[in-house]
């Protein structure tokens, strides 16, 4: 027999930490709320028949946000066979609450209280015995990041679901809430399965939408439901909601008070709430922020000395994919006696150009290296934190920096993390800036042109890391005055986690995951593409007649790019390196490593054996300019996501006008960016000569400042938040 548990808890509990002990798996420990929108699903390691399922971080089982509505109706409408309670030890308060309602269920709940290790550390002494007792369920105390305790708590859930074992309600509400609850079971006990009687009984005296929908009531029966609720309302003169919520919480207090002793607060603050007070400060917290965003790319893709990411990269392509790699394949391919063809695609077509994507990887894992200890540390959780501070000038909230976080990684779970903000036009334009924000894919193009072009810059890479943040507050600044997006942010709740020796299990595997997607990609969408493209630019018409061209500035490819280049010609890409960029940008659609591999396939035509590794970079920078090059990887960063973040848009937005506007936008938006910079930047280095385009640019950008400063659509009253979260 298959037994199910549910892993639930608040954000940040800890259940994604305990997922993975008991499953064995690499699940993303992401320390903020709303990572987990999906649901996930493993085996108990060691018991085949049982499935264990990570649901999102949730506070309540109401329906107002995404992860309720998605833990909610996993819970009531697939049924676990137990519910794993995942509780913070240290919050157990406000943990409880949810307990008290996933106990209402009707569902076997085992609670296990986390992070003891903390809360022993604190001095504080839970009785687990009479806590479970006065729960009316099991309750044991584990370390999810220890490894203590969880498979035994597990083990007591399955013990439980075999047994199929309901404990004994809490008497959590009095005597006037009880006897209207009554009132509402007997009304309805002919509608809803026995072990969900108290569960939906309190969601009707809540009047809870959804519940009223699903049960389908006769107007007689809505008519008395709300007596009920009417009568218990003035008798404790307060409305129901409130008083369900109110006396959960004097039960919990009473419970905790009686069978949790907790050390006296010491009233000095703690050492996180005094590095916070520094780090989240008012005038320091951005320029700090900005200095360890440097550091971290000075170390990944800085000049050489300091930088042991671009040390490993210089090795890897200067030595593995410069010398070893093509000097085995040359070996390799030469006693095999392949014909020229052969060669040449296998030496100039794939490891050309899957050699000069592979090459990044050092700076690639350095970066996300450094990203996932910041994370684990807690500090990106006061970067939400700041950035709210920020957004919320022009009306986003915190809660939309989250999914560009994640976008830091990839794109495509940075906006699906999108779906965790209830407000529609808040989400959608999350959904549309998201893809500005530079991902793993996008670093190979910095690294190149940092590298390559300005010497290792530090400030290169820098700069397009904020360039992305400042594409995300520009756009969110220019479509908040247009009604579509017009509004108030939403409330942004999120807790600060106390910071933490990050877990080397918990980085080392973030930094993996995001690295090996990379490499996966490397070995099969771009060495498709390198096949493909090294076709592509070798052969053409020479004379009428189709074959091998000698030049792939006569490629079919060539021709084909130069027709299309002159878009963009305004952007400054001239010349030979015309199609070469051209083909490079429609590459990057399909993965913006792409772009990299078509720049080492396309450089590599010379054919010479002897350090291509620093020829091909060499060559780049011969066809491009400082600020042409600058240009170009702007435009690359912000243009139109891959073909997979177009898809996750498509899905997120459910509409295809808006899946067209999102797209467009960013087009748009990076193609008015990158002209501006390379016709006025140009003039400055003699790159660009004045002329149309620079009159052109200085009317793009003073329209951009207009639309920056504009007085915009100013909402009224009742289109202040959304219901969901204003309105309650
Ligand atoms: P989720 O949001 O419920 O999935 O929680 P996570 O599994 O992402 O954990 C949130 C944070 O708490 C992570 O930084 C974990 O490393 C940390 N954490 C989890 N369990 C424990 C524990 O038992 N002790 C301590 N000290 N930290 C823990
Ligand atoms: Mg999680």
Same mark, same amino acid.
């Given at each position: 027999m298959e037994i199910k548990?549910?892993? !639930?808890?608040?954000?940040?509990?800890?259940?994604?930490?305990?997922?993975?002990?008991?499953?064995?798996?690499?699940?993303?420990?992401?320390?903020?709320?709303?990572?987990?929108?999906?649901?996930?699903?493993?085996?108990?390691?060691?018991?085949?028949?049982?499935?264990?399922?990570?649901?999102?971080?949730?506070?309540s089982l109401s329906p107002y946000t995404l992860e309720e509505v998605v833990a909610r109706s996993y819970l009531v409408n697939e049924r676990p066979d137990v519910i794993l309670n995942i509780i913070d030890g240290t919050n157990i308060e406000r943990n409880l609450y949810l307990t008290t309602q996933l106990i209402e269920l009707g569902i076997p709940v085992v609670v296990a209280i986390n992070m003891m290790d903390l809360v022993r550390k604190k001095g504080d002494v839970i009785d687990t015995r009479k806590l479970g007792e006065a729960l009316g369920c099991q309750v044991v105390e584990i370390s999810a990041?220890?490894?203590?305790?969880?498979?035994?708590?597990?083990?007591?859930?399955?013990?439980?679901?075999?047994?199929?074992?309901?404990?004994?309600?809490?008497?959590?509400?009095?005597?006037?809430?009880?006897?209207?609850?009554?009132?509402?079971?007997?009304?309805?006990?002919?509608?809803?399965?026995?072990?969900?009687?108290?569960?939906?009984?309190?969601?009707?005296?809540?009047?809870?939408?959804?519940?009223?929908?699903?049960?389908?009531?006769?107007?007689?029966?809505?008519?008395?439901?709300?007596?009920?609720?009417?009568?218990?309302?003035?008798?404790?003169?307060?409305?129901?909601?409130?008083? =369900?919520?109110?006396?959960?919480?004097?039960?919990?207090?009473?419970?905790?008070?009686?069978?949790?002793?907790?050390?006296?607060?010491?009233?000095? /603050?703690?050492?996180?709430?005094?590095?916070?007070? =520094?780090?989240?400060?008012?005038?320091?917290? &951005?320029?700090?922020?900005?200095?360890?965003?440097?550091?971290?790319y000075s170390i990944a893709m800085g000049p050489w000395k300091i930088s042991i990411g671009t040390m490993g990269t210089d090795f890897a392509n200067?030595?593995?994919?410069?010398?070893?790699?093509?000097?085995?394949?040359?070996?390799?391919?030469? %006693? /095999?006696?392949?014909?020229?063809?052969?060669?040449?695609l296998i030496q100039d077509g794939i490891v050309a150009g899957v050699g000069a994507v592979l090459g990044f990887v050092p700076q690639m894992l350095v970066l996300f290296f450094l990203l996932a200890i910041l994370e684990d540390v807690g500090y990106m959780a006061r970067v939400a934190f700041i950035m709210d501070r920020i957004f919320r000038r022009f009306g986003l909230s915190g809660k939309s920096f989250i999914p560009m976080l994640v976008a830091t990684g990839c794109g495509v779970p940075g906006i699906m993390a999108s779906r965790t903000i209830e407000q529609e036009r808040d989400r959608k334009m999350t959904i549309i800036t998201t893809g500005f924000i530079p991902c793993g894919a996008k670093?190979?193009?910095?690294?190149?042109?940092?590298?390559?072009?300005?010497?290792?810059?530090?400030?290169?890479?820098?700069?397009?890391?904020?360039?992305?943040?400042?594409?995300?507050?520009?756009?969110?600044?220019?479509?908040?005055?247009?009604?579509?997006?017009?509004?108030?942010? $939403?409330?942004?709740?999120?807790?600060?986690?106390?910071?933490?020796?990050?877990?080397?299990?918990?980085?080392?595997?973030a930094t993996w995951e995001r690295g090996w997607s990379f490499i996966k990609r490397a070995g099969t969408i771009i060495l498709l593409s390198s096949i493909i493209l090294w076709f592509l630019q070798g052969y053409g018409f020479t004379n009428g007649a189709f074959g091998p061209v000698e030049d792939n500035n006569s490629s079919l490819l060539a021709v084909v790019g130069n027709a299309v280049a002159w878009i963009f010609a305004p952007l400054g890409w001239l010349g030979d390196m015309a199609w070469k960029a051209t083909v490079a940008t429609v590459t990057g659609l399909i993965a913006k490593e792409e772009v990299v591999m078509t720049f080492g396939t396309l450089y590599h035509y010379a054919g010479e054996l002897s350090?291509?590794?620093?020829?091909?970079?060499?060559?780049?920078?011969?066809?491009?300019?400082?600020?042409?090059?600058?240009?170009?990887?702007?435009?690359?960063?912000?243009?139109?996501?891959?073909? $997979?973040?177009?898809?996750? =848009?498509?899905?997120?937005?459910?509409?295809?006008?808006?899946? !067209?506007?999102?797209?467009?936008?960013?087009?748009?938006?990076?193609?008015?960016? %990158?002209?501006?910079?390379?016709?006025?930047?140009?003039?400055?280095?003699?790159?660009?000569?004045?002329?149309?385009?620079?009159?052109?640019?200085?009317? /793009?950008?003073?329209?951009? &400042?207009?639309?920056?400063?504009?007085?915009?659509?100013?909402?009224?009253?009742?289109?202040?938040?959304?219901?969901?979260?204003?309105?309650?």
């Amino acid at each position: 027999m298959e037994i199910k548990i549910a892993l !639930a808890g608040n954000p940040n509990s800890g259940k994604t930490t305990l997922f993975n002990s008991l499953t064995g798996s690499n699940q993303y420990v992401g320390n903020w709320p709303g990572v987990t929108v999906e649901k996930k699903e493993g085996h108990l390691k060691g018991h085949k028949n049982v499935i264990i399922q990570d649901l999102p971080g949730i506070y309540s089982l109401s329906p107002y946000t995404l992860e309720e509505v998605v833990a909610r109706s996993y819970l009531v409408n697939e049924r676990p066979d137990v519910i794993l309670n995942i509780i913070d030890g240290t919050n157990i308060e406000r943990n409880l609450y949810l307990t008290t309602q996933l106990i209402e269920l009707g569902i076997p709940v085992v609670v296990a209280i986390n992070m003891m290790d903390l809360v022993r550390k604190k001095g504080d002494v839970i009785d687990t015995r009479k806590l479970g007792e006065a729960l009316g369920c099991q309750v044991v105390e584990i370390s999810a990041l220890k490894g203590e305790g969880g498979i035994k708590a597990a083990e007591k859930a399955v013990g439980l679901a075999e047994k199929k074992h309901y404990g004994e309600l809490p008497k959590v509400f009095n005597g006037e809430v009880e006897r209207a609850l009554g009132n509402i079971e007997n009304l309805v006990h002919n509608k809803v399965e026995e072990g969900y009687l108290r569960w939906y009984s309190i969601k009707l005296f809540e009047r809870d939408e959804k519940v009223i929908e699903k049960l389908k009531l006769d107007s007689v029966t809505m008519k008395q439901l709300e007596n009920y609720i009417k009568e218990c309302e003035d008798a404790l003169d307060d409305d129901s909601e409130s008083i =369900i919520t109110n006396q959960r919480y004097v039960y919990i207090s009473e419970v905790v008070g009686k069978n949790v002793k907790k050390k006296a607060e010491k009233g000095t /603050l703690s050492v996180s709430d005094k590095i916070d007070q =520094i780090v989240t400060n008012r005038v320091l917290a &951005l320029p700090i922020f900005a200095v360890i965003m440097f550091l971290i790319y000075s170390i990944a893709m800085g000049p050489w000395k300091i930088s042991i990411g671009t040390m490993g990269t210089d090795f890897a392509n200067d030595v593995i994919f410069g010398e070893w790699v093509p000097g085995l394949v040359d070996t390799a391919l030469n %006693s /095999l006696g392949v014909s020229g063809w052969l060669y040449g695609l296998i030496q100039d077509g794939i490891v050309a150009g899957v050699g000069a994507v592979l090459g990044f990887v050092p700076q690639m894992l350095v970066l996300f290296f450094l990203l996932a200890i910041l994370e684990d540390v807690g500090y990106m959780a006061r970067v939400a934190f700041i950035m709210d501070r920020i957004f919320r000038r022009f009306g986003l909230s915190g809660k939309s920096f989250i999914p560009m976080l994640v976008a830091t990684g990839c794109g495509v779970p940075g906006i699906m993390a999108s779906r965790t903000i209830e407000q529609e036009r808040d989400r959608k334009m999350t959904i549309i800036t998201t893809g500005f924000i530079p991902c793993g894919a996008k670093m190979p193009i910095i690294g190149l042109f940092a590298g390559a072009i300005f010497g290792g810059s530090a400030w290169v890479a820098t700069s397009a890391f904020f360039i992305g943040i400042a594409a995300v507050i520009i756009s969110g600044i220019v479509l908040k005055k247009f009604k579509a997006f017009a509004g108030h942010p $939403a409330p942004f709740v999120m807790e600060l986690p106390s910071y933490h020796v990050p877990s080397m299990g918990n980085v080392l595997r973030a930094t993996w995951e995001r690295g090996w997607s990379f490499i996966k990609r490397a070995g099969t969408i771009i060495l498709l593409s390198s096949i493909i493209l090294w076709f592509l630019q070798g052969y053409g018409f020479t004379n009428g007649a189709f074959g091998p061209v000698e030049d792939n500035n006569s490629s079919l490819l060539a021709v084909v790019g130069n027709a299309v280049a002159w878009i963009f010609a305004p952007l400054g890409w001239l010349g030979d390196m015309a199609w070469k960029a051209t083909v490079a940008t429609v590459t990057g659609l399909i993965a913006k490593e792409e772009v990299v591999m078509t720049f080492g396939t396309l450089y590599h035509y010379a054919g010479e054996l002897s350090e291509e590794g620093e020829e091909i970079w060499n060559l780049v920078r011969g066809d491009f300019g400082a600020v042409t090059a600058y240009s170009f990887m702007i435009f690359n960063l912000l243009c139109a996501p891959c073909f $997979a973040a177009m898809g996750a =848009i498509k899905r997120e937005m459910n509409n295809g006008k808006w899946t !067209a506007f999102a797209i467009g936008y960013m087009c748009l938006f990076a193609y008015v960016i %990158s002209m501006i910079v390379y016709q006025i930047g140009g003039l400055f280095t003699g790159e660009a000569s004045f002329g149309v385009g620079t009159v052109a640019a200085v009317v /793009l950008l003073a329209g951009l &400042l207009y639309l920056l400063f504009r007085k915009g659509y100013q909402p009224g009253k009742d289109e202040k938040g959304s219901l969901a979260v204003e309105g309650k």
